[in-house]
């Protein structure tokens, strides 16, 4: 997600920086769940910034959840790309390498959609690496407006199925912004077609876990006013058969996450919502 609040980079949030050096800091691990050697160059090229505000139960777990978050999304895009999907979209795609870093079928277009502050601070970085996919396309749009034609003229092909990807973007948006930009994604996806989604649960956006996490983000400026309430219902009515992934029946969640669970009371893993869901 691409707000900004005092970084040095226009238009780069500092959001998607702190991600990228959590993601910096995985790949450093020796049981990493994925390697993002770009992650590193991004922190390096940003100089300073802060990290996530706060201080509380979430924050704690906040770098162990990203490198779920990014692993699971990693491989629902691999799925898709397995399946015979040739066309990714990446909505809302921040400092996100994939198109570097994960090995894609020969064929493969995969479309970056940002604002072009984040486009041009993402192509200084990595101007002399070649990606992994056999077309990587940048797109600069709004996402908050109207982005479509942009997409589309970029090459994009609304008769092909499509792998979209909202990781880290839709609980920034007003409840009216989400609901267009979904409508959109559904009206240019042909049968076929996957879609992952990162959405905070309604449920327990109140919780003593999450409120707090919440509260400093709004008071950073970077407020996440939409929640997801009864997911499989309100994915069906945008066109989607989805469904919220049990976490838990993931080994690696477990292995990473299991040690947090004392942080964790009355199903508030649930807090964060994965869901993937195919075109009705």
């Known amino acids: 997600m691409t707000q900004n609040y005092d970084t040095g980079l226009a238009g780069v949030s500092e959001t998607a920086l702190w991600t990228a050096q959590m993601r910096a800091g995985e790949s450093g691990k020796p049981d990493a769940l994925f390697s ?103 797109v600069p749009a709004d996402l908050q407006g ?43 996806s042909a049968p076929g077609s996957s879609l992952g989604a990162e959405c905070l649960n309604a449920e327990t956006a109140q919780s003593s876990f999450m409120r707090p996490w919440l509260e400093d983000m709004a008071a950073a400026g970077t407020p996440w006013p939409w929640r997801l309430r009864d997911p499989e219902n309100w994915w069906a009515r945008h066109g989607w058969a989805a469904g919220v992934t049990d976490l838990w029946s993931l080994p690696y969640v477990v292995e990473r996450m299991g040690a947090f669970r004392n942080l964790l009371q009355g199903g508030e893993e649930l807090s964060m919502l994965l869901v993937t869901g195919m075109r009705k």
Not at 41 to 63: C, I, R, S, W, Y
Not at 165 to 178: D, K, R
Request: aromatic share 12%.
């Open 36 to 138: 993002d050697p770009w992650a590193e160059k991004f922190v390096a090229a940003a100089g300073g910034f802060h990290g996530p505000p706060g201080a509380g139960a979430f924050q704690v777990l906040l770098p162990e959840w990203l490198a779920v978050r990014t692993r699971f999304f990693d491989d629902h895009l691999r799925a898709a790309a397995g399946s015979g999907c040739r066309q990714v979209v990446l909505l809302g795609a921040g400092l996100d390498t994939r198109a570097f870093r994960l090995d894609w079928p020969a064929g493969t277009r995969l479309y970056e959609v940002d604002l072009p502050a984040v486009h041009a601070f993402t192509e200084g970085v990595l101007a002399d690496s070649a990606p992994s996919v056999g077309e990587r396309i940048a």
């Open 146 to 188: 109207s982005w479509s034609d942009a997409l589309t003229e970029a090459g994009f092909d609304p008769a092909e199925p499509t792998a979209w990807l909202c990781e880290g973007l839709l609980y920034y948006f007003e409840p009216e912004v989400v609901e267009a930009l979904v409508a959109t994604v559904s009206g240019l």
